[in-house]
């Protein structure tokens, strides 16, 4: 969704409009897949009137609508008005684990639940009102170092590998969790649609940025947009055996979707 549908800091859709419009009519599903929280994306659910599965905190939480699908959803509970796949470690237990081992290795941690909604804000960037709904997490746990060096830094990625746990480097904020894996997701959602049509659907992926690369992987067809002010080679680092889109953002969201549905 971010950087496709969504363009960071822009809160209008209508370069895609097209796309979506011509989906909806020909009812082809379009699963949203987010960094962001469920509070977070339901806003933008509403805007373009999304009514499919989507995925929350990069893989943490498959969210499925009410009816959705005729066949039982392995693994999947209540969760509001959703039935849910956890795939994620449940978010009190990250953020206990994050605190213990930043103890453990003599590190200083500062996550979203150390912090009110206000230093959020003030940190990221946002707006009080995004940054509650961002704080309204789940799985995953952003961060920041408040005191360590690299070798401190170093031992403690390692050491939450150890423990099965996930670090990633962000701006602002680095990332803390077990279990997040949005290629998995993907293939759990594919496996379903597919169980439900009794059909090998074709399933496509539209992403944006080297980051989305491993999720993609797991498509039957893959397309990367271009990212504004970063250079992408096609044939070097992670972008090999992926289809590059011409254009960044809605614009060029919206154009791989008409070419690959027409």
Aim: with cysteine; hydrophobic share 40%; net charge negative.
């Amino acid at each position: 969704m971010d950087g496709a549908i969504v363009q960071p800091g822009a809160a209008s859709y209508d370069e895609a409009e097209e796309a979506l419009s011509e989906l909806e009519r020909r009812n082809i599903p379009l699963v949203l897949l987010t960094p962001r929280t469920r509070a977070e994306i339901e806003p933008v659910r509403r805007k373009i009137g999304h009514i499919h599965p989507f995925i929350t905190e990069s893989g943490g939480g498959i969210f499925f609508p009410d009816g959705y699908f005729n066949v039982r959803i392995p693994d999947a509970v209540r969760n509001g008005r959703y039935l849910c796949i956890s795939q994620g470690r449940p978010y009190a237990e990250v953020c206990e684990e994050l605190d213990d081992l930043a103890e453990k290795c003599h590190v200083g941690v500062a996550g979203f639940h150390h912090m009110s909604a206000r230093e959020i804000a003030e940190n990221a960037g946002m707006r009080p009102r995004d940054a509650e709904m961002a704080r309204n997490r789940e799985y995953d746990e952003p961060f920041f170092f408040t005191s360590a060096d690299e070798p401190a830094i170093a031992n403690f990625v390692k050491s939450a590998e150890e423990s099965g746990f996930r670090v990633q480097r962000g701006q602002p904020f680095w990332h803390f969790s077990a279990g997040c894996d949005p290629a998995r997701a993907v293939r759990t959602v594919t496996k379903l649609f597919r169980d439900a049509t009794r059909t090998k659907l074709r399933a496509v992926g539209i992403g944006a940025g080297l980051d989305d690369a491993p999720w993609l992987r797991a498509m039957d067809q893959a397309i990367l947009l271009p990212t504004p002010g970063a250079a992408l080679d096609p044939a070097s680092g992670g972008a090999q055996g992926i289809s590059l889109g011409h254009a960044p953002g809605p614009a060029g969201w919206n154009e791989a979707i008409l070419n690959i549905i027409s």
